[in-house]
């Protein structure tokens, strides 16, 4: 299983961004894919959700502002981020859970206030 993450970088409080993660080696449209986020000094939490049928979970603090979605010909799950604010900034993970955790290199996304 490989999984590669892309699309981080620096923008503006109220900015916008969109990661991407490529998936190999893995039956892609029947696993459920996760978005995760690491801040300096805390705990990797769970951002985002998508299951087999596009059923989708968000954290509290960013529901209403991302929107996770796949394609699940490309093999590719994403992230959009919209309003974003000066505690989004964290090092996100594409996620797959099967008999053990998969994850991604990882992309680091940086607000500025």
């Known amino acids: 299983v490989q999984l590669q993450a892309c699309g981080g970088g620096l923008v503006q409080t109220g900015g916008s961004l969109r990661l991407s993660c490529a998936a190999a080696?893995?039956?892609?449209?029947?696993?459920?894919m996760n978005w995760y986020r690491q801040a300096p000094g805390k705990q990797r939490e769970l951002v985002a959700q998508i299951t087999s049928n596009r059923t989708t979970n968000y954290a509290d603090s960013v529901k209403g502002r991302f929107t996770v979605s796949r394609d699940n010909v490309r093999r590719r799950l994403y992230l959009q981020m919209s309003d974003m604010k000066p505690e989004d900034t964290a090092v996100y993970y594409c996620?797959?859970?099967?008999?053990?955790?998969?994850w991604g290199q990882g992309t680091l996304v940086t607000v500025s206030s």
């Open positions: 080696g893995i039956n892609f449209g029947i696993n459920t």
């Open positions: 996620n797959l859970r099967l008999n053990r955790d998969f």
